[in-house]
């Protein structure tokens, strides 16, 4: 079962753009992830925000993160067209428990 | 090696048939997760090592797979009688024993049953 659900399915932008990405899962977490996977392959990781986080920033991705509405989101700022990339949050419990994955978001970049 | 690696990164087999897929973690990582992705969805859960135990199965589908790591590294998913329906990308990962699981992903190996 999945937990995450990505809003928007899908999202095309202008190289140079913003895009935001958003999260919601259903029960209590201790961390979300974000992670982008190309061509349906490998997932890389790209940020993990604890639940005692509110926000968390890497090189040009912002996080955030809302436990009272249960809630993320992925700001990838002066997008470029190799961000072009499927994005998906995941949430993962304490210990070494597994991750439950969102479906994902499709992010076109257009140059 | 420097990440996670999967063999065969594409395997072609007939319905009916059985097959083999292998990850090897990162050395070091004690804890190693199988996952499986289809088409337009998020990876999906199918079983996790702590060392060479499965500490949860719960995800595998039904009794036709099944994993094992005999000495705590490389793990092998086996699937027995294939079905069309076991067409997926099977995503392996990798993560240090911790209160935070930061996973690491290998490439996958794209399963196509015909």
């Known amino acids: 079962s999945q937990q995450g659900e990505e809003d928007p399915q899908a999202l095309s932008i202008q190289e140079g753009e913003n895009a935001t990405m958003n999260c919601s899962y259903k029960?209590?977490?201790?961390?979300l992830q974000w992670y982008r996977q190309n061509s349906g392959r490998g997932l890389v990781h790209l940020i993990l925000?604890?639940?005692?986080?509110r926000e968390k920033h890497s090189g040009r991705l912002r996080v955030t993160l809302d436990t009272s509405k249960k809630s993320s989101s992925l700001l990838i700022t002066a997008s470029r067209a190799a961000d072009t990339a499927s994005y998906f949050c995941?949430?993962?419990?304490?210990?070494?428990?597994?991750?439950?994955f969102g479906k994902g978001t499709r992010l076109s970049v257009i140059a | 090696g420097a990440g996670v690696s999967q063999t065969p990164s594409n395997k072609v087999t007939e319905k009916g048939k059985y097959v083999e897929l292998r990850c090897d973690p990162i050395?070091?990582?004690?804890?190693l997760y199988w996952y499986r992705q289809s088409l337009g969805q998020g990876p999906e859960f199918l079983i996790y090592?702590?060392?060479?135990?499965?500490?949860?199965d719960s995800g595998l589908p039904n009794d036709r797979f099944f994993a094992v790591r005999p000495e705590g590294s490389v793990s092998t998913l086996k699937i027995q009688r294939t079905e069309r329906g076991d067409s997926a990308v099977y995503l392996c990962?990798?993560?240090?024993?911790?209160?935070?699981?930061?996973?690491?992903f290998g490439p996958g190996t794209r399963l196509t049953v015909l």
């Open positions: 990962a990798s993560s240090l024993t911790g209160n935070v699981n930061e996973q690491f």
């Open positions: 029960t209590s977490i201790n961390n």
């Open positions: 925000i604890r639940s005692n986080e």
């Open positions: 995941a949430t993962g419990n304490s210990g070494n428990t597994p991750l439950v």
């Open positions: 050395s070091g990582h004690t804890a």
């Open positions: 090592f702590q060392g060479t135990g499965a500490a949860d």
